[in-house]
């Protein structure tokens, strides 16, 4: 079993509908992270946390650490939100390394 | 500033050939990464860097070398290329923080795809 869980692995939505992707994570860790990666692109980090919860424009972040799963949420999606959304923890006590999960493909048609 | 910079972009090899990935980031970071990225499978560690003249293995160390001889920039060798290494390899840095082992965010380059045939 992965140490890193992601749901669902592919989403499909419609222009302005609120989507949300899940992750759930087995191992302690010190901080979780959300990146995002467009198709041919690079993968940019959209937030660490360690706690509670992060909003930066229409995406939101937030974290159960009692029950060792995070949620990232994108409002009124847009096409340009289509990317693959990258869910990656620090395991406490192992600095710098992260743990990844393998990823949500997101696809927002207008 | 350009923050994370990787070359080339692109590269076929054929089996047996060597060649050597470079990273270079202009942030002053202390932790550097190196990762492959194949389908399916996420992204997976190959080495890392701690500091400069540091390195160590991650969970897919075999068939790779690393090297941090100045602190800007993070070396992948690949000394006997196998198709099972054809991928999309990306570096990444960052600056950890002082206490309690919390990572700080990785700041990834653009990615290599290497084609071994």
């Known amino acids: 079993k992965n140490e890193v869980e992601q749901s669902p692995q592919n989403l499909t939505a419609q222009e302005g509908e609120f989507i949300t992707i899940n992750c759930s994570y087995s191992?302690?860790?010190?901080?979780l992270h959300w990146l995002q990666q467009h198709p041919g692109g690079g993968i940019v980090s959209l937030f660490m946390?360690?706690?509670g919860k992060k909003k930066h424009g229409r995406l939101i972040a937030t974290i159960n650490i009692q029950e060792k799963h995070s949620s990232l949420h994108i409002t009124a999606s847009h096409p340009r939100d289509s990317a693959v959304y990258i869910c990656a923890v620090s395991r406490r006590g192992a600095t710098g390394k992260l743990i990844f999960g393998q990823g949500t493909t997101l696809q927002v048609k207008p | 500033n350009a923050g994370v910079t990787q070359t080339p972009k692109f590269r076929v090899l054929k089996t047996g050939q060597s060649m050597t990935l470079l990273c270079a980031q202009d942030?002053?970071?202390?932790?550097m990464y190196w990762y492959r990225q194949d389908p399916g499978m996420g992204l997976r560690l190959i080495h890392y860097?701690?500091?400069?003249?540091?390195?160590a293995k991650g969970e897919v160390p075999d068939g790779y070398n690393v090297s941090r001889l100045k602190k800007q920039n993070f070396l992948l060798g690949l000394e006997s290329a196998a198709p099972s290494q054809t991928s999309v390899y990306f570096c990444?840095?960052?600056?950890?923080?002082?206490?309690?082992?919390?990572?700080?965010?990785?700041?990834f380059g653009p990615g290599t795809r290497l084609t071994v045939l």
């Open positions: 942030m002053n970071h202390e932790y």
């Open positions: 990444a840095s960052s600056y950890p923080r002082t206490s309690g082992g919390i990572t700080d965010t990785q700041y």
């Open positions: 191992v302690g860790i010190s901080a």
């Open positions: 946390l360690s706690s």
């Open positions: 860097s701690v500091g400069e003249g540091t390195t």
